[in-house]
């Protein structure tokens, strides 16, 4: 099943920045400093994951989308690793639950071994009496995959995007149950697909093929870069709420930053009715050979797209007869070539 549509696109309201794993970090640490606490942090995260999961399958889960699961309950299979990745993704098993799901978490960490902001999520989520399975080696993990098969959707908390060297086991054979699983439920990635460098969109050895990822605080560049987008499948970025004084532990840095396509468009200055063509800038493309034809084709509608008046193409002369026809808005210019076809002196 394909995540519903109508999930939106980065809705996000504030500066509109990519941030790297050490930007957030810094961000994280400033927020911290100026009161703002970790476990605070960590439960805006976890419910802006619930947010989005309600949103995209509660109206598909009300008409019975997993085989075995009642209509008025649906069910989510947590992958929880055991770093702040995981104690996001326990608030927000915590919080599905609360909410009338069947949640089931599937541990790669000893309770016993969670730390900080986690263990203090673990301790609420403990008392709960949620099914709870230990993952400890590459068989379990593969194992525990099949009784995810008729979930509503799996939810990825295992790995952050500070990654740190490649998936080991029992993570990587998880990773490889999922990814290769034919008809498996919509998977959700908390902050970044597990596996996936948050800096470099890198895979690190195995990375997990969301069909959706909240990614948590501000973008991340691994998702727009490399093996990234392969990856992160729909993105929704979930504001944290930081305070000015954290925001300005980023600017320092100079972070990327994204452009939506309205932002785009009122970018672009307006143009008269009665603008001249000529008026509007002219440009001359020198491409093309009697191999490779298209690549004249597509370089000048690209330019005639993107606002130049008059468009020039001086592409050899057998390729100019093909041109006429494909580019009827731009001036075509033959080359002379010699009896070879290649360009004449």
Partial sequence: ?????????LPFAGPRWCLTPEEMAAVDRAAIHAGLGGLALMETAGRGVVG??????E?????????SAPASEPRAVFLIGGGNNGGDGLVAARCLAEAGWRVVLELFVDPANFTGDAARQWGLVEPMGLAVR?????????DGFTGAMNATCIVDALLGTGLRGDVREPMRSAIEAVNGAVGR?????????????GATGRVRGMAVRADFTVTLGFPKPGLFLADGPRHCGRLIAVPLGYPPAALAAAEGTSPLGWTGLPEGEAALPPRPHDLHK?????????????????AAVLTATAALRSGA?????????PVAEFLVGQLPEAIVLPLPVTKSG???A
Avoid: N, Q, W
Avoid at 52 to 57: D, Q, V
Avoid at 185 to 197: C, M, R
Avoid at 278 to 294: E, Q
């Fill in 309 to 317: 008046g008059i468009c020039v193409v001086a592409t050899p002369a």
């Fill in 134 to 142: 230990r993952i400890e080696t590459a068989e379990s993990a593969r």
């Fill in 1 to 9: 099943m394909k995540p519903p549509a109508g999930v939106p696109l």
């Fill in 185 to 197: 439920p919509p998977v959700v990635a908390v902050d970044a697909p597990s596996g996936l460098d």
């Fill in 342 to 344: 290649a360009l004449a």
């Fill in 278 to 294: 000529g008026a509007a800038g002219r440009l001359l493309v020198l491409a093309g050979s009697p191999d490779y034809r298209g």
């Fill in 52 to 57: 989005a999961i309600r949103a995209a399958f």
């Fill in 59 to 67: 109206p598909h889960a009300a008409r019975g989308c997993a085989e």
